[in-house]
Every structure is written in structure tokens, then in C-alpha cells.
């Protein structure tokens, strides 16, 4: 089993910044990509940023150039720097991970409960 927990969601003004971070616990082999969705009531869950094992990262379009993804593979996190945020961040952000339970095992991912994250003045 697999546990993910985020912290650092909040209420923040157009323009401002928060940080997200989510903590990897639990038995398994490895961990190959973690990032984030986000999904705002109503509509599908999107992806906003990706990374592999090896630090490659993916962005949506949207964040580009604001959103920052960042692994720390020794201690199972990821975090995600939010700068210049705007109203339409808002949303619910969920941590994922894509993980091998065993050495022999195919990847499952597993998600985090979730974090609310909105953006107001």
C-alpha cells in the first residue's frame, strides 16, 4: 500500500505564489513518474505537471514558465512552486504517483487526498 499526502494548498491573491508538497509512504519497490492534477468541480481532472525518475518534467501549456515540478526521490516527495498564480488555478490539486509494488509488479498509480488551492482577491 501506497499512501500520498499534500500539504501547502490555500487562499492566495492573483499574482501571489504557493507551494505544494507531497510526501510518498508505505511498502513498494519504486516509484517511477509523480506529479499533479487538478480538477475543478464539474470538469475532468487535468494534468498540470509531471516528472520521471530521472528529473524529466512535462508542464500543461497553462503553467508554463509559472509552475515549478521538483522530485526529492530520497525522501518520496514532489512539490510544485506556483508563482504568478491566477483565478483560474483554482482548484483542487491532487498528488499522483505511478508505482511498482514489487520488483515484478506492473506500475499502479496511487493519489493523494487532495488539496484546495484558490486564487482570489
Known amino acids: 500500500q501506497v499512501q500520498l499526502v499534500e500539504s501547502g494548498g490555500g487562499l492566495v491573491q492573483p499574482g501571489g505564489s504557493l507551494r505544494l508538497s507531497c510526501a510518498a509512504s508505505?511498502?513498494?519497490?519504486?516509484?517511477?513518474?509523480m506529479g499533479w492534477h487538478r480538477q475543478v468541480r464539474g470538469k475532468e481532472r487535468e494534468l498540470v505537471a509531471s516528472?520521471?525518475?530521472?528529473?524529466?518534467?512535462n508542464y500543461q501549456d497553462s503553467v508554463k514558465g509559472r509552475f515549478t515540478i521538483s522530485r526529492d526521490s530520497t525522501k518520496n516527495m514532489v512539490y510544485l512552486q506556483m508563482n504568478s498564480l491566477r483565478p483560474e488555478d483554482t482548484a483542487v490539486y491532487y498528488c499522483?504517483?505511478?508505482?511498482?509494488?514489487?520488483?515484478?509488479?506492473?506500475?499502479?498509480?496511487?493519489w493523494g487526498q487532495g488539496t484546495q488551492v484558490t486564487v482570489s482577491s
Open positions: 516528472v520521471t525518475s530521472v528529473g524529466d518534467s
Open positions: 499522483y504517483a505511478n508505482v511498482r509494488i514489487h520488483s515484478g509488479s506492473w506500475p499502479s498509480v496511487s
Open positions: 508505505g511498502s513498494f519497490f519504486s516509484i517511477n513518474v
